[in-house]
């Protein structure tokens, strides 16, 4: 299993790595839908019909930066300058050897203070989704 370290979910990392070994591939990334970062409107004419604050996008799913790899990765990582995205993930791709996990439930990215400052005012408030523990 890989992690990037800066994503915060409530990923079921047992259900990921069973959906990897369920289908015999070299990869699995966790495919996640990103949280909008601006209201959303939605127009009849000049008019605005629906306004909804930081939707969920609807469509788009991306590489939430949980993966299960089987060691033959490393023959497509051939020293400090190699890519694990562009070396290994975008061949095992073209190749049909990189499945994707849908999570559908809470995934935030902590890039930037504004992700911090989201995610610890949701475990200040006790609604942080991705505690998972007692």
């Keep these: 299993?890989?992690?990037?370290?800066?994503?915060?979910?409530n990923v079921d990392l047992a259900g990921l790595l069973k959906?990897?070994?369920?289908?015999g591939r070299l990869a699995t990334v966790?495919?996640?839908?990103?949280?909008a970062r601006f209201?959303?409107?939605?127009?009849d004419g000049d008019l605005v019909s629906e306004f909804t604050e930081k939707p969920q996008v609807g469509e788009?799913?991306?590489?939430?930066?949980?993966l299960v790899c089987e060691p033959a990765i490393f023959d497509s990582l051939t020293g400090d300058d190699s890519s694990l995205e562009v070396d290994a993930l975008e061949k095992f791709a073209s190749?049909?050897?990189l499945a994707a996990y849908r999570h559908e439930g809470f995934w935030q990215c902590m890039d930037?203070?504004?992700d911090k400052r989201l995610l610890e005012a949701l475990w200040h408030e006790r609604q942080a989704p991705w505690k998972v523990w007692e």
Excluded: E, K
């Excluded at 299993?1 to 979910?9: A, E, L, P």
């Excluded at 959906?19 to 289908?23: A, Q």
């Design 1 to 9: 299993m890989v992690t990037y370290g800066d994503g915060v979910s």
């Design 19 to 23: 959906f990897h070994r369920s289908h």
């Design 30 to 35: 966790t495919a996640v839908r990103p949280p």
């Design 39 to 43: 209201g959303g409107l939605i127009f």
């Design 60 to 66: 788009g799913w991306i590489n939430g930066g949980f």
């Design 95 to 97: 190749a049909g050897q």
């Design 112 to 114: 930037t203070p504004r």
